[in-house]
């Protein structure tokens, strides 16, 4: 069932399990506002819960904007949700603040015992580090990339692991996307390292993921085709793209990444449920030119595939 709000539009999402319940965090803006372009600059982190992925049943919001003077006192914005080994929930998530008129990205997270109280947590703000990705001011892009963290748990280096929707330093100005990468051994502090990727053509990849599908490491990452100069299109795309990587912290062949149809879908994700099928799901971001606002129904992969393999055997789109 299509999740979407009369009051609300609700765009990027994402999923955590509790075993009981799945919880849908997303963003979610008032239609009031008329124009869903000033959406992005009042967004807050909405939640809701369901049995099934299909049924939900709406709650209070996660998090909103902190109270002025804060790193994220304008808006809250994209990130994932995951649980600690003694049991504490982390929200890693996107602020903008009214200092930077919403221009800087920032990583920050909440702490809960049960999904539903979220307190900001002690953890240091993230930012992007100079040494190697571009930051606000240079001229290149309109605001400073540093945003949709997406955290995972890495058994080869025993570190918890954050790929982030960044930009390098140097190359084409307008393809300069990189998968941002900071680690840690605690979930509360963080170390910011070097890109995980080169530029490949992409000027953004939003809403990264890095996922084991089957024992084969992908990286799924959504892109217009008007922020992608570098890539030749050969089809029509929706935005979403899927890449093959060596591991979970790669090296991707992102040259060779694949426009992945997922019909209207934009921030599409990949979730694996409890019997272990994987569903994609995301938002329907625009028909006819009028931005929807709504999440639709998960999609199993197989069905998306239907029979084809996740990366065709001519993977390239240049």
Not at 132 to 157: H, I, M, N, Q
Request: aromatic share 12%; proline share 6%.
């Amino acid at each position: 069932m299509t999740f979407r709000l009369p009051d609300h539009w609700v765009w990027d999402s994402w999923l955590a399990d509790d075993g009981a319940q799945y919880h849908l965090f997303f963003l979610r803006a008032s239609r009031a506002l008329i124009d869903p372009h000033r959406r992005h600059f009042r967004a807050s982190i909405g939640h809701a819960v369901s049995d099934d992925l299909e049924e939900w049943t709406l709650l209070p919001d996660a998090l909103v904007a902190a109270d002025a003077p804060a790193w994220d006192d304008l808006a809250t914005w994209t990130g994932c949700t995951v649980r600690g080994p003694d049991g504490t929930w982390h929200l890693f998530y996107t602020g903008v603040s009214r200092a930077e008129n919403g221009l800087q990205q920032r990583i920050g997270s909440a702490v809960s015992k049960d999904l539903i109280t979220w307190t900001r947590s002690e953890m240091p703000v993230l930012e992007a580090d100079p040494r190697w990705y571009e930051k606000l001011g240079e001229g290149t892009w309109a605001d400073e990339a540093w945003r949709d963290p997406f955290v995972f748990f890495d058994e080869d280096s025993q570190l918890w692991q954050m790929v982030i929707s960044a930009r390098g330093c140097e190359g084409d100005p307008d393809q300069r996307a990189v998968v941002g990468h900071a680690v840690s051994a605690d979930l509360t502090h963080w170390s910011v390292r070097p890109p995980l990727s080169e530029p490949a053509g992409f000027g953004e990849m939003e809403v990264i993921q890095s996922r084991d599908v089957d024992d084969e490491a992908v990286l799924l990452f959504s892109c217009l085709p008007d922020r992608a100069p570098g890539i030749d299109f050969h089809t029509s795309s929706t935005g979403t793209w899927i890449a093959r990587g060596r591991s979970l912290v790669g090296p991707w062949d992102l040259t060779g990444s694949t426009s992945f149809f997922v019909p209207g879908i934009y921030a599409a994700q990949l979730f694996r449920k409890r019997d272990g099928e994987w569903v994609v799901f995301g938002f329907q971001n625009s028909v006819d030119g009028r931005f929807v606002g709504e999440i639709a129904s998960p999609v199993p992969l197989t069905e998306l595939l239907a029979g084809r393999a996740l990366f065709p055997a001519i993977t390239s789109s240049h």
